[in-house]
């Protein structure tokens, strides 16, 4: 069973998970550190990143960002505590750098889906890191995009959501409002990092379900374009979350990716 604790970055108490190297594997090779989604949260990885460091043999950690899981909450998040346009670019290049050190992590494999995948790719066009995996990434906005999380913010309304996501998340309304009030807000529409990934010179592997109802194909294709090294993984029958929808078909290509790597 993973280990539970906890971090303290900048008085902010992060919820952390390790998850050991499996037996027999080999030292010090880059541990894998896992970026949720928009929603998510430790928890809600559910037991995939343990699955994926055992098939990888490489040890892991999973963190919920403030305001998810069990971190700490975000005062007044619809206020004065509400998330500034630029917050992705913030967890990538302040909070995840900061966490990294107080972890003793150098050069990690990232691990992100949706907004821990944009995350993923601004820290490492930023900071050395052994590889990058971007799942269901967004690296500019799209109108079908917003269309969906204005759909999103409906269920959640209506109450549905709401309560699958009590159980994930100790401040819900606070998880949901600050992502949910980021993303449409019309000064984050001009989210764009597509110049800025193109000083990543990791080993990358971006994966979208042709499903996805959060982003078209055009993500992947414009990653491809600024890093001909990236691979791509585009799955059918798969949605917004290819590590859930298509889990063998992931891990194989992560493990792949990683097979020569330190």
């Not at 906890?6 to 970026?35: K, T």
């Amino acid at each position: 069973m993973p280990a539970m604790r906890s971090v303290d970055i900048d008085g902010v108490s992060l919820e952390l998970q390790h998850i050991a190297p499996p037996a027999g594997a080999a030292p010090a090779r880059a541990p894998l550190v896992f970026l949720h989604e928009g929603l998510g949260s430790v928890a809600l990885w559910r037991d995939w990143p343990a699955r994926l460091c055992a098939a990888t043999g490489r040890a892991g950690w999973v963190y919920s960002r403030r305001g998810y899981g069990r971190s700490s909450p975000v005062p007044d998040v619809r206020g004065a505590g509400r998330l500034p346009p630029d917050y992705l670019h913030r967890e990538a290049l302040d909070v995840l750098p900061a966490l990294l050190r107080a972890l003793g992590l150098a050069r990690p494999v990232l691990v992100g889906h949706s907004d821990g995948a944009s995350i993923a790719l601004i820290h490492a066009a930023h900071h050395p890191v052994t590889a990058c995996v971007a799942m269901a990434p967004h690296v500019m906005v799209e109108a079908l995009c917003l269309r969906a999380i204005e759909q999103t913010r409906q269920h959640f309304e209506t109450g549905a959501l709401r309560i699958r996501l009590q159980r994930f998340h100790d401040d819900v309304d606070g998880a949901f409002w600050q992502w949910n009030d980021a993303w449409l807000n019309p000064q984050f529409h001009g989210f764009d990092i597509r110049a800025d990934i193109r000083s990543i010179d990791a080993p990358l592997l971006a994966i979208q379900g042709v499903d996805d109802g959060y982003a078209s194909m055009a993500q992947l294709d414009d990653i491809a374009t600024a890093l001909p090294h990236t691979r791509l993984l585009k799955l059918p029958a798969c949605g917004h979350a290819p590590h859930q929808d298509q889990p063998a078909a992931v891990q194989q290509a992560i493990t792949d990716l990683l097979a020569d790597l330190p």
